[in-house]
């Protein structure tokens, strides 16, 4: 009996592997077994760091935040429990965005919050 290799298919797949791998430098891009590998760690790391970047995101609105209530004679932990306590739903994203472009509108937020908390 005649042996079989299933060509056409292993052909797509490796022809579809490498138009993937399109763009990665040297044999990377040019031959299957190394263009492979990469794929598999580019897919591993983006899975990776789309988790990362949610983590460093939110360290780097609490260090805004923390930084401009700091301004205002006050830390951020102080400013976070008083906001829960005021009743004034905004998360830390819009905050953050807020105290970079327009602090005295941070600066009213401020005193409405502290006004409602105490």
């Known amino acids: 009996m ?3 290799t299933n060509a056409p298919a ?5 022809k579809r592997v490498l138009t993937a791998s399109k763009g990665y430098r040297l044999r990377r891009s040019k031959l299957f077994r190394y263009a492979k590998d ?12 789309r988790k990362t970047r949610k983590r460093t995101m939110r360290s780097l609105w609490i260090t805004r935040i923390n930084a401009i209530c700091r ?8 400013f976070a429990e008083a906001l829960d306590k005021s009743g004034i739903e905004i998360d830390r994203k819009i905050l953050a965005e807020i105290a970079v472009s327009d602090p005295a509108v ?5 005193k409405a919050v502290q006004a409602k908390a105490a």
Do not use: C, H, L
């Open 71 to 78: 301004e205002n004679g006050v830390t951020y932990s102080r």
């Open 106 to 110: 941070f600066a009213e937020i401020f």
């Open 38 to 49: 990469a794929q598999m760690k580019g897919k591993y790391w983006a899975y990776r760091d």
């Open 10 to 14: 292993s052909r797509e797949r490796r």
């Open 2 to 4: 005649p042996r079989a």
